[in-house]
């Protein structure tokens, strides 16, 4: 059984290999087009279910195929990359001293059969003066991450704490993620 | 100005990392005892500052000396690190299924002044079969752990969620130290 992870987040890379497991990598290459009107775990568990199914395609064999696909949601505004350093700035703005939520959707397909699921964390920040912000955005580590930051980095002096799974944060939601893989025969411990 | 770890654990040497942070590592030498009849938050509060205030002794200049103590309460009981595999099985039936709460005091010192503070993290463990309890402690990596169990590593896929600081449950609560160090002049970001 080969499995084939459809994403090119280093994180997601990192996590895998936590859990020991072999894998390749394949991310997808469409764009994924979001519909109007999901709510934000809808929204996660349709574009990783897209992802799934594009690389599912090119392995026809014995294989799992694993894709992920993060938002965040704070103040009602669905939080992806940042544009630019501007735009990271006033996504941390709008994160400082509020709480906010991450969605992770996981699919999992084999032998046919999708298996999707979503989890939601919410992340609490503390009040984060401009001259920080403006440190933090000049560490770079915003700019390839949904919300603009990560909290396995130096944001984690912003976060006071969060209420979920770590993991979704960072991108995959290892104990559901473990729960799916069981039900197809893959044991993680 | 110089910064010391009083600690030989490497999570927290790794967490001090990721922070960008340059220091040295001191651990404490001395066995710290435990009062009777404290609090977990006192607790871990006194053994750090013990541990702080032993390292603080060997640097007589401009240090800051970083000093920690981890310990796990579930169902009453304050858990350590496991004696030996059946100890470390114990300890995670007494987990599984069930919430547990990890605290960890930390106390920063510098010319002569004492700043201790103490967080405590909810972590919430699903039911855990005995055959993955067998398996998860094959892996070894309970044994140098409060609790039997690193939340950082396989024993991901067990835990359903936390509320608080995820690095508290690591040994290091990032966001509080980070208050901590600021109050001296040491800015984090």
New interface residues.
Partial sequence: MRIVLASGSPRRKE?LE???LEFEICPARGEESVQEGLSPEETVISLASEKAREVSARFPGDTVVIAADTVVCAEGELLGKPRDRADAVRMLKLLSGRSHYVYTGVCVMYGGVSLAEAEA?EVRF?AVSDE?IN??ADTGEPMDKAGAYG????A????????????NVMGLP??R??GILKTIGV???
């Fill in positions: 996590l936590m859990l020991g964390t503390r920080e440190a933090y909290i396995q980095g130096k984690s002096v912003l976060i006071e704490g969060i209420n979920g799974d770590y993991y290892l104990c993620l473990g044991h993680l411990l």
